[in-house]
C-alpha cells in the first residue's frame, strides 16, 4: 500500500518531464491510497455498532463512494430513530467536507500524511446547508463530474466537441474506470482531451483554500512570447501582491500530496497531475 507523502517535484528538462517518467508519474498517482477509518457521533447511532469502518481509497475516487452499501446496511440498524441514512454527509475537525472534490484534493487540504488513518466523520443529522450541497446518489455524483469535465475540457478547446462525441458507452466505461482506479481504462478515453499547447485557450485550474469557495482564473497556457506559463507567473496573476510569500515559501501550493515548485510548467501540471475531471485542484495552504 502507497499512502500520501508531501515532498517536491522536480522538473528535469526544459520542456518538462520525459514521457516515459510522465507515465510513471501518472501511475503512481493512481496506484497511491489513502487510508480512511469512518466514524460516527454517539447521539446518531442508536446501539449495536462498531464504532469505526476502515477502508484505503485511491485518491482519485469521491468519498460517498466509499460509504458503501454493506457499511449504509450495517449502520442503518443501529441509526438513531431521529436520523434518516440518506442525509449523511462528511466532516473533519467540524469542517464540513464538499463530496463533489476528489478525495485526494479533500486530503490535500485537510488531511495529514504524518497522521494516519485519515479520522472522517460521517454525520446524519445538523446537515450544513450553507456550506454544502446535498448528496442526492450516484447518478447526481456522476452528473456533477460530466458538467465538471465538460467545463474543463471547454476552457481547454473552446468547445465541449470531445466530451460531446463520447457514446454512452464511453462515458459509462470513463466513470466506471474512475471508481474501480483502472488507470489503462481511464486513459484509453481520456487521450482525446488531451490539447495541443499551442491550439490550447487556457488551463482548467481550481484553488482550493479550507472553508472557502474554490477560486477558478482563466489561466492561458504560453506567455506573450510563447513561452510556457510557469506556476511563479499564474500566482503573479492572481495573487500579485502576495507573491513575496510564495517565493519565501510562507504561502505553498499543494496537489496529490507534492509541493509545487515555482518553475514549473503549468501545462506540465494540468496533463499529468489534473484530477479524472481535468481539473487541476492546488491547494493553498500557509505555514
Same mark, same amino acid.
Given at each position: 500500500?502507497?499512502?500520501?507523502?508531501?515532498?517536491?517535484?522536480?522538473?528535469?528538462?526544459?520542456?518538462?518531464?520525459?514521457?516515459?517518467?510522465?507515465?510513471?508519474?501518472?501511475?503512481?498517482?493512481?496506484? !497511491?491510497?489513502?487510508? $480512511?477509518? @469512518?466514524?460516527?457521533?454517539?447521539?446518531?447511532?442508536?446501539?449495536?455498532?462498531?464504532?469505526?469502518f476502515?477502508?484505503?481509497a *485511491?485518491?482519485?475516487?469521491?468519498l460517498?463512494?466509499?460509504?458503501?452499501?454493506?457499511m449504509?446496511?450495517?449502520?442503518?440498524?443501529?441509526?438513531?430513530? !431521529?436520523?434518516?441514512i440518506?442525509?449523511?454527509?462528511?466532516?473533519?475537525?467540524?469542517?464540513?467536507?464538499?463530496w463533489?472534490?476528489?478525495?485526494?484534493?479533500? @486530503?490535500?487540504?485537510?488531511?495529514? *500524511?504524518?497522521?494516519?488513518?485519515?479520522?472522517?466523520?460521517?454525520?446524519? *443529522?445538523? @446537515?450544513p446547508?450553507d456550506?454544502?450541497?446535498?448528496?442526492?446518489?450516484?447518478? +447526481?455524483?456522476?452528473?456533477?463530474?460530466?458538467?465538471?469535465?465538460?467545463e474543463?475540457n471547454?476552457?481547454?478547446? +473552446?468547445?465541449?466537441?470531445?466530451?460531446?462525441?463520447?457514446?454512452?458507452?464511453?462515458q459509462?466505461?470513463?466513470?466506471?474506470?474512475?471508481?474501480?482506479?483502472?488507470?489503462s481504462?481511464?486513459?484509453?478515453?481520456? !487521450?482525446?482531451?488531451?490539447?495541443?499547447?499551442?491550439?490550447?485557450?487556457?488551463?482548467?485550474?481550481?484553488i482550493?483554500?479550507? +472553508?472557502?469557495?474554490?477560486?477558478?482564473?482563466?489561466i492561458?497556457?504560453?506567455?506573450?512570447?510563447?513561452?510556457?506559463?510557469?506556476?511563479?507567473?499564474?500566482?503573479?496573476q $492572481?495573487?500579485?501582491?502576495?507573491?513575496?510569500?510564495?517565493?519565501?515559501?510562507?504561502?505553498?501550493? $499543494?496537489?496529490? +500530496?507534492?509541493?509545487?515548485?515555482?518553475?514549473?510548467?503549468?501545462?506540465?501540471?494540468?496533463?499529468?497531475?489534473?484530477?479524472?475531471?481535468? @481539473?487541476?485542484?492546488?491547494?493553498l495552504?500557509?505555514?
Open positions: 500500500m502507497q499512502v500520501e507523502a508531501n515532498h517536491e517535484i522536480q522538473i528535469v528538462n526544459e520542456n518538462g518531464i520525459n514521457d516515459e517518467l510522465d507515465q510513471n508519474i501518472r501511475s503512481s498517482l493512481w496506484s !497511491t491510497e489513502i487510508p $480512511i477509518e @469512518f466514524l460516527f457521533i454517539e447521539n446518531e447511532i442508536a446501539q449495536n455498532l462498531q464504532e469505526s476502515y477502508v484505503v *485511491s485518491k482519485i475516487t469521491y460517498p463512494l466509499l460509504f458503501s452499501k454493506n449504509k446496511d450495517l449502520v442503518k440498524n443501529s441509526l438513531s430513530p !431521529t436520523c434518516n440518506d442525509d449523511f454527509w462528511f466532516e473533519y475537525k467540524n469542517e464540513p467536507l464538499k463533489q472534490y476528489p478525495l485526494g484534493a479533500l @486530503f490535500d487540504l485537510f488531511g495529514d *500524511s504524518l497522521s494516519l488513518p485519515w479520522q472522517i466523520t460521517i454525520r446524519f *443529522s445538523q @446537515f446547508k456550506q454544502l450541497i446535498k448528496y442526492t446518489g450516484e447518478e +447526481g455524483l456522476k452528473s456533477c463530474f460530466m458538467n465538471n469535465l465538460k474543463a471547454f476552457l481547454k478547446h +473552446g468547445d465541449n466537441a470531445r466530451v460531446n462525441a463520447l457514446t454512452l458507452q464511453q459509462a466505461d470513463y466513470w466506471e474506470s474512475i471508481k474501480n482506479a483502472n488507470i481504462a481511464f486513459w484509453a478515453i481520456h !487521450t482525446q482531451f488531451l490539447p495541443d499547447i499551442q491550439s490550447q485557450k487556457h488551463v482548467p485550474i481550481r482550493c483554500r479550507p +472553508g472557502l469557495p474554490f477560486l477558478q482564473e482563466p492561458e497556457p504560453l506567455n506573450k512570447d510563447g513561452k510556457e506559463k510557469t506556476i511563479l507567473e499564474v500566482i503573479q $492572481i495573487y500579485p501582491k502576495e507573491i513575496e510569500q510564495f517565493k519565501q515559501k510562507i504561502k505553498i501550493l $499543494i496537489v496529490h +500530496g507534492i509541493q509545487i515548485p515555482l518553475e514549473t510548467p503549468v501545462t506540465w501540471l494540468s496533463n499529468n497531475l489534473s484530477f479524472p475531471d481535468n @481539473f487541476l485542484y492546488l491547494c495552504k500557509t505555514k
